[in-house]
């Protein structure tokens, strides 16, 4: 349960086999505004977070509606609820955080810079 204390972030479960959705395939810039942004929703609780859901695109994850429909494949973070969040100000807004959410922790699994994991129509267009 959430108790308005501000959230956590882990690497305990980051998927490090991971070519496709690792930070350091970021350029040098994009992983400093990443890093910048991170310390930013550091500072914010999970509440806080659901609030301004449509700020950070902070929703849980419905794995249906995405490219990887099996979600995570470390089995200790697949009985946790799957969170994403938008790294505003990286690639036009696109690059997404994708993590497990547990006791005030948020756990992140993969960085992805295109949209690629859960993508969206184009609005506006």
């Known amino acids: ?3 308005g204390e501000k959230i956590k972030f882990s690497f305990e479960y980051y998927d490090t086999n991971s070519t496709d959705y690792c930070i350091s ?5 994009q992983i400093r ?8 929703i550091n500072e914010k609780s999970f509440k806080e977070l659901l609030r301004s859901r449509r700020v950070y695109h902070f ?4 794995w249906e509606k995405t490219t990887k429909p099996e979600g995570f494949d470390d089995t200790r973070v697949k009985k946790m609820a799957a ?8 690639n036009k807004q696109l690059a997404r955080v994708y993590g497990a959410y547990s006791l005030g922790i948020f756990y992140i699994i993969w960085f992805d810079l295109d949209h690629k994991i859960w993508p969206t129509p184009l609005k506006n267009t």
């Open 33 to 40: 505004k990443s890093l910048k942004r991170l310390k930013e």
């Open 83 to 90: 969170f994403h969040f938008a790294l505003l100000g990286i």
């Open 1 to 3: 349960m959430d108790n």
């Open 59 to 62: 929703r849980e994850v419905n």
């Open 25 to 29: 395939c970021w350029s040098k810039e």
